[in-house]
Structure formats: structure tokens, C-alpha cells
């Protein structure tokens, strides 16, 4: 594990008008740390992470990631993040392969790596067999874990997922959590929110 932290807050803080979602978070995360941020909804988590992934403009409070400073250099972080929101937007009419090519080529992957590592992915999400089937027309569970694989397309230093079991059933959350668990391993760095203690239970960490 790296000693320079991949995240640094201090007193971060988010206004939307008269509202505080993220009221003065002061935290530090390692390199390839599996990290909870734990809550109930309106707690403020995915506030947290799409600061965190550069998506929103910090009101108050600093921010690093990855050395960058999310007040001067957000746009910079995100070649280096792979953000997964709660409703990801796959592409329901292309097959679960032409959605891992059109995030590919949205993160600029070079067409010489395309073809091993969609493989790859496919393999590592247990998604192979169903490469040619539209996304439509997948089950929840199986969704999400396509979701992820476009998300770690550009092989992103963190990782940030917003809640990702959210509504599939106990057997897809824990496939899930297998394949976090084997990027934990690969020394990814991840940030994970969620309401279920049981997946709090799983991380390193947790906040």
C-alpha cells in the first residue's frame, strides 16, 4: 500500500441554495484502500463522490486526488476516475459488447488495447456469454455489473460507486462485492457508499 494518500479532504463543504448536502468532511484515504462511505439517503454520499470525481465545484474546504486539487485541477482527475452513478446510463438498444466499445471510446482507449481488454472485462464480470445480447435485456444484477465493467474500461486508479447494489437481488450484490474484492486485491483504490452494514463489513475502512 502506497504511503501518499490517493484522497485528502479538509473541510470540504457543498452548498445547493439554501442547503448543506457535505458540511465540512475532513478525511484521508490511502492508495489501493477499499473505503465505505456509509449513510442513509440524504446523508450526503453522492454529493461527496461527485466532488470527489471532479463533477462538482467545491463551495468551501480543499480537496486533493491523486495529487490533483479539485479546486484548480478537477478536469485533470478524470482520465484517472472511474464514477459509477446509481443510475448509470448504459445504452439500452447496443449489446453489452458495443457498450463497453462506446465507453472505450469515450475515455479515448487506444483501438490497439480494445480487443484484449473488453475480453478481459467481459470475463472478469461473467458477462462473456452474453456479449451480443442487448443491454435492455439483461437482469438487474447482471446490468450493474456491465455498468462497472464501462466504468473500469480506461483502467482508472480509483474507483468511485455510488451505491451499486442498490435494488439487485443477494445474489448479484455478492457477485458484485466478489469482483470489488478482486480489485481491492489488484490494488485499485475504491470508494464505495452504501446503506447496507453487511457491505460496510467488506471494506477496509470505513466513514
Known amino acids: 500500500m502506497s504511503e501518499q494518500p490517493c484522497i485528502v479532504t479538509q473541510d470540504l463543504t457543498r452548498d445547493f441554495k439554501k442547503t448543506r448536502a457535505v458540511d ?36 468551501a474546504g480543499q480537496a486533493e486526488v491523486l495529487g490533483y486539487d479539485l479546486a484548480t485541477h478537477a478536469e485533470a482527475i478524470k482520465p484517472h476516475v472511474g464514477y459509477m452513478a446509481q443510475q448509470f446510463s448504459l445504452y439500452a438498444e447496443l449489446s453489452v459488447l458495443e457498450n463497453l466499445h462506446f ?24 458477462l462473456s456469454n452474453f456479449k451480443d445480447r442487448r443491454a435492455a435485456q439483461l437482469s438487474g444484477g447482471m446490468q450493474k455489473k456491465l455498468a462497472l465493467a464501462c466504468t473500469l474500461v480506461h483502467q482508472p486508479q480509483l474507483l468511485l460507486l455510488d451505491e451499486p447494489t442498490t435494488g439487485v437481488d443477494p445474489i448479484s450484490r455478492r457477485e458484485f462485492w466478489d469482483i470489488l474484492t478482486e480489485l481491492h486485491i489488484q490494488g485499485v483504490t475504491i470508494v464505495v457508499s452504501t446503506p447496507y452494514m453487511d457491505e460496510a463489513d467488506r471494506c477496509s475502512r470505513v466513514g
Open 24 to 59: 465540512g468532511l475532513t478525511v484521508s484515504i490511502p492508495s489501493g484502500e477499499l473505503f465505505g462511505l456509509v449513510g442513509p439517503d440524504g446523508a450526503g454520499k453522492t454529493t461527496t463522490l461527485r466532488l470527489l470525481a471532479g463533477l462538482l465545484n467545491i463551495s
Open 103 to 126: 465507453f472505450a471510446e469515450l475515455f479515448d482507449v487506444p483501438r490497439a488495447d480494445l480487443a484484449q481488454r473488453t475480453a478481459r472485462l467481459l470475463d472478469f464480470a461473467g
